[in-house]
């Protein structure tokens, strides 16, 4: 069954189309929509089109939201400036075929949340307000280039293991590089460290 989501709908609870895979046709998020419950999509569709597009109305992108979706051939991911955080989980296993532009105001990205989402990113800039990226944010997703981790950091997790990234340069202000943070990223090449870091993790560049 074809997937048609009412235009002027304003709330979708949790789990309101967990693993429902007979959908198909084209996805989109009605642009008045104002709650948006955990799990909403998750595993749902089969062979979908269409677009990922976070509505002005959403400031937190949930946990597990759009976790595994059945997108064709991918999707794209267009978030706006006021997103905040963005969950646990929330787009792990739906394959997103663009390069992100983050929010301006996006301060925490959770547990897994881009896991195996098939990111190809030669650069990776992130917005000055970030705070925290959680374990495995990125894991075994295809960014390359630098990653500049931002002044406001306090602590770099496990957060980009098995990536392309080249260089990591770490600001004055993080203390602390967990365990893994870029374990097995065969590709890097260089590294430079903060003044402040007083603690390095297990397998952190191993």
């Known amino acids: 069954s074809e997937l048609k989501l009412p235009r002027g709908l304003e709330y979708i609870g949790g789990n309101a189309f967990f693993f429902f895979r007979n959908f198909t046709g084209t996805f989109y998020l009605p642009s008045k929509l104002e709650y948006l419950g955990e799990s909403a999509f998750e595993s749902c569709g089969t062979g979908l089109t269409g677009d990922i597009v976070i509505p002005s ?66 650069e990776f800039v992130f917005p000055d ?20 981790i931002p002044e406001n950091f306090d602590i770099v997790d496990c957060a980009f293991p098995n990536t392309d990234i080249k260089e990591v340069i770490v600001g ?28 390095i993790g297990q397998f952190a560049l191993g």
């Not at 051939?73 to 390069?99: C, P, V, Y």
């Not at 202000?173 to 903060?194: I, M, W």
Request: hydrophobic letters at 40%; aromatic letters at 8%; proline letters at 3%.
């Open 57 to 122: 109305t959403i400031s937190e992108i949930p946990p597990r939201a759009f976790d595994g979706m059945g997108f064709k051939n991918g999707t794209t991911l267009k978030m706006h400036d006021g997103i905040s955080k963005i969950g646990e989980g929330a787009f792990s296993g739906t394959r997103i075929k663009n390069s992100i532009e983050w929010p301006k105001n996006l301060i925490s990205i959770e547990k897994r949340a881009f896991y195996l989402a098939g990111l190809i990113m030669n």
């Open 129 to 148: 307000n970030i705070r925290k990226v959680a374990a495995e944010a990125f894991w075994n997703n295809r960014i390359g280039g630098t990653l500049v």
């Open 172 to 199: 004055d202000k993080t203390v602390q590089l967990g365990n893994g943070a870029f374990r097995s990223c065969g590709q890097l090449e260089r590294v430079t460290l903060g003044k402040n870091i007083d603690y």
